[in-house]
C-alpha cells in the first residue's frame, strides 16, 4: 500500500523557517518524481515545488522560488520541503504528491497534509 505521511507542519513567524518531510512506503521511491502541493484557506491547490526521481532537478513555483528548497533522500525514502523567509501568504496545508509520470503535473497519491501557518 502506498502511503506519503508529511511531517514538519506548525505555526511559524513571518521571516521564520521550518522543514516539511514526507516519509514515503509501499513503492520504489527512488523512481518517482515528487511534488509539493498547498492549499491555502479559502483557495484551490497551488503547485509549490518539483523533483525529479534522482534529486539532481528541481522546479518551484514563481512564489516561492528562491525562498523554499526541494530535496529528497533516496535512501531514506523522504522528501524534503525548506521553508525559508517564510510570509503570511505561505501559510496553507502542505501535501506531498506523488507524480503519475514525470513530465504530467498528474499525481497519483498523495499525503495527508500537514498544516503550515504564518503569523505574528
Known amino acids: 500500500e502506498v502511503q506519503l505521511v508529511e511531517s514538519g507542519g506548525g505555526l511559524v513567524q513571518p521571516g521564520g523557517s521550518l522543514r516539511l518531510s514526507c516519509a514515503a512506503s509501499?513503492?520504489?521511491?527512488?523512481?518517482?518524481?515528487m511534488s509539493w502541493v498547498r492549499q491555502a484557506p479559502g483557495k484551490g491547490l497551488e503547485w509549490v515545488s518539483d523533483i525529479n526521481s534522482g534529486g539532481g532537478s528541481t522546479y518551484y513555483g514563481d512564489s516561492v522560488k528562491g525562498r523554499f528548497t526541494i530535496s529528497r533522500d533516496n535512501a531514506k525514502n523522504t522528501l524534503y520541503l525548506q521553508m525559508n523567509s517564510l510570509k503570511f501568504g505561505d501559510t496553507a496545508v502542505y501535501y506531498c504528491?506523488?507524480?503519475?509520470?514525470?513530465?504530467?503535473?498528474?499525481?497519483?497519491?498523495w499525503g495527508q497534509g500537514t498544516q503550515v501557518t504564518v503569523s505574528s
Open positions: 509501499g513503492f520504489t521511491f527512488s523512481s518517482h518524481s
Open positions: 504528491a506523488r507524480k503519475l509520470t514525470s513530465w504530467s503535473g498528474v499525481y497519483d497519491y
